[in-house]
C-alpha cells in the first residue's frame, strides 16, 4: 500500500508564495514520475506539473514561470514552489505518483488535496 501525505496550502495574498509538500510511504520499491494537479471550483481538473524519475519537467502554461516542481528522491517527497500567485491559482491541489512496490507490481496513487486560496 501506498500512502501520499500532502501540505503546506493556505491563504496567501496576490503575489505572495507558497511551497506544497507531498510524500509516498509505504513498501516503496521506486517512485517514478510524480505530478501536480489543481481543481478549482467549477472547473475540472488540471495537469499543473510533472517531473519524471529522471527530472525531465513539464508545467501548464498557466504557471510557466511562476511555479517550480522538484522532487527529493531519497524521500519520495515532491515540492511545488508557487510565487508570484495569482486568484485563478485558488483550487485545490492534489499530487500523485507512479510507484512500484515490486519489479512488476505498480500504479498510480493521489494525495487528499490541499487547499490554496489567493486573495485580491
Known amino acids: 500500500q501506498v500512502q501520499l501525505v500532502e501540505s503546506g496550502g493556505g491563504l496567501v495574498q496576490a503575489g505572495g508564495s507558497l511551497t506544497l509538500s507531498c510524500a509516498a510511504s509505504g513498501s516503496i520499491l521506486n517512485v517514478n514520475t510524480m505530478r501536480w494537479h489543481r481543481q478549482a471550483p467549477g472547473k475540472q481538473r488540471e495537469l499543473v506539473a510533472t517531473?519524471?524519475?529522471?527530472?525531465?519537467?513539464n508545467y501548464a502554461d498557466s504557471v510557466k514561470g511562476r511555479f517550480t516542481i522538484s522532487r527529493d528522491i531519497a524521500k519520495n517527497t515532491v515540492f511545488l514552489q508557487m510565487n508570484s500567485l495569482k486568484p485563478e491559482d485558488t483550487a485545490v491541489y492534489y499530487c500523485n505518483a507512479a510507484a512500484r512496490l515490486t519489479p512488476s507490481r505498480g500504479d498510480i496513487y493521489w494525495g487528499q488535496g490541499t487547499q490554496v486560496t489567493v486573495s485580491s
Open positions: 517531473v519524471t524519475s529522471g527530472s525531465m519537467k
